[in-house]
């Protein structure tokens, strides 16, 4: 997906996504399609965001925070499209791995996008949530054009989804602690041997 195309997906995606839904549920793509024209690109932004507003006390912090960021929003976004396809029985749909990972990316678009926030200190935060908030809408609107299930299912589908994500962006977060925890245990276990 070139430049123009992309801007023209995400504007079509966040200002009109009932008429963008099924535009994207009739195109046919793949997974590096994704994610090389259109994932790597916005969930640049919120990571560039955040190395911003973090270069301010460390610029190898800020590099830090800003890859980790960046590589956990490429992992979680298809771990997020695998919920959605997993989901879609439930709420008799059809389950299609890869118009679920439409859904999940397209759908994070808003989020994405405001992620820029991410600068501004202390508000910041709060403007990104509304993104993310908006993407829910989204999601909610491309369940039933992606996912084949009914109409009168998708609040629930939806609702389900959004629990799940919120689930594993929690247990996402932490990864950082756990990590940095570890390291500190190893580092502890080892001085004890000495």
């Known amino acids: 997906m070139d430049l123009a195309k992309l801007i023209e997906r995400a504007k079509g995606i966040c200002l009109s996504p009932k008429a963008e839904w099924p535009k994207i549920a009739a195109e046919t793509t793949d997974v590096k399609s994704l994610y090389v024209g259109y994932v790597v690109i916005l969930a640049a932004i919120p990571a560039l965001a955040k190395f911003v507003s973090t270069a301010r006390f460390s610029v190898t912090l800020a590099i830090g ?38 859904v999940a990316v397209y759908s994070a678009t808003p989020g994405w996008l405001a992620g820029i926030f991410n600068v501004i200190p202390w508000i910041g935060w709060l403007l990104s949530l509304g993104g993310a908030a908006y993407g829910v809408y989204v999601l909610y609107e491309g369940l039933n054009p992606l996912m084949r299930n009914p109409v009168e299912k998708s609040v629930g589908y939806a609702v389900l989804v959004v629990v799940c994500w919120i689930l594993l962006a929690t247990v996402i977060s932490m990864l950082p602690a756990a990590i940095l925890l570890g390291g500190v245990a190893m580092t502890g276990a080892s001085l004890f041997r000495m």
Not at 65 to 94: E, H, K, M, Q, R
């Open 65 to 102: 925070v800003a890859v980790f960021t960046y590589v956990l929003s490429l992992v979680a976004i298809y771990l997020f499209s695998l919920i959605i396809s997993a989901l879609a029985p439930t709420f008799d749909g059809t389950p299609s791995s890869i118009q679920a990972l439409k």
